[in-house]
């Protein structure tokens, strides 16, 4: 069973202020996502990272694929309220076929304004 | 943006009974997938289904489960004889092919067995 940690569980900082989740994993990966899920609501792509050691970026999001592609990591620059919500890490054991998602536990963002 | 569509949005249904989930994907999009979430936990995998078919299933997707393409726009989810543990939050995806196609979630169903 291919498991998806993810740290911190919780994090609430100020506005303004920089954070990084981590999302690690013993296994390897061919591609990781990242989303993000309001309450009530299905998670949302944010990202797909594929290659061992790529960054992407989405604005104040930044995020990286571990070179051995078992670990990658959201970092948020100058965090804003509307960033608070629950930030889903996701990976897929192969880019082909009907490959299902093994999903991370999850870290709940808190931005206080 | 296109959506995967999901009715009724909250389902209360009594131990025992049967309750069919259903899901609307993306017109053009040909993988669809059932995950579902328990409260507080992390989001699990069921099915996964691709040209009329199941392709792989979770331990969790046991006899009591079953999935259907009935026609060419819906995607149910039949659980035959509800269980207390089945309470969660299900979620239709779907997406329009393999090789890093963006996966489209629906809102969700919040299914409470009493």
């Known amino acids: 069973t291919q498991l998806l940690e993810q740290s911190p569980q919780f994090l609430s900082i100020q506005e303004g202020e920089n954070l990084t989740v981590y999302c690690n994993s013993s296994?390897?990966?061919?591609?990781l996502q990242w989303y993000r899920q309001e309450p009530g609501e299905g998670p949302v792509l944010l990202v797909t990272?594929?290659?061992?050691?790529e960054v992407k970026k989405l604005k104040r999001l930044t995020f990286q694929f571990g070179d051995a592609r078992k670990d990658s990591s959201l970092h948020i620059t100058a965090a804003q309220p509307g960033d608070t919500g629950l930030y889903l890490c996701?990976?897929?054991?192969?880019?082909?076929?009907?490959?299902?998602?093994?999903f991370g536990t999850g870290t709940r963002l808190t931005i206080i304004p | 943006e296109p959506e995967v569509t999901q009715t009724p949005s909250h389902q209360v249904t009594q131990m025992g009974q049967e309750v069919i989930l259903r899901c609307v994907p993306i017109?053009?999009?040909?993988?669809f997938y059932w995950y579902r979430q328990i409260l507080g936990q992390k989001v699990e995998f069921l099915v996964s289904?691709?040209?009329?078919?199941?392709?792989?299933k979770s331990e969790i997707f046991d006899d009591q489960f079953s999935v259907e393409r009935p026609d060419g726009s819906n995607f149910t989810l039949k659980i035959r004889s509800t269980k207390l543990e089945d309470s969660a939050m299900y979620f239709c995806a779907s997406k329009a092919g393999t090789g890093g196609e963006k996966l489209f979630f629906g809102s969700g169903t919040q299914l409470s067995v009493l």
């Open positions: 017109s053009n999009h040909l993988y």
């Open positions: 990272v594929v290659t061992g050691g």
């Open positions: 996701a990976g897929e054991r192969s880019n082909f076929g009907n490959e299902k998602l093994t």
């Open positions: 289904f691709y040209n009329n078919e199941i392709s792989e």
């Open positions: 296994s390897v990966f061919s591609s």
